[in-house]
C-alpha cells in the first residue's frame, strides 16, 4: 500500500483481530498511559496481522 495505512473503525478492527471493542480501547488506554512495552507489542502483532 505504498506505506499508507488505512484506517478501519473499532468495529471492523475488532473483527479483524478478533478482540472485543473494549480490549481494544483498553490496549489504547494502558499504551497511552505509557503502560507495559508489552502492550505495544500486543497491538502492533494485531495491526500486523490485519494489514
Do not use: H, Q, W
Amino acid at each position: 500500500m505504498d506505506g499508507e495505512m488505512r484506517m478501519l473503525t473499532i468495529g471492523a478492527f475488532a473483527r479483524a483481530s478478533r478482540l472485543s471493542p473494549k480490549a481494544l480501547r483498553l490496549y489504547d488506554e494502558a499504551n497511552a498511559r505509557g503502560g507495559p512495552d508489552n502492550v505495544s507489542c500486543v497491538v502492533a502483532d494485531v495491526v500486523e496481522a490485519v494489514a
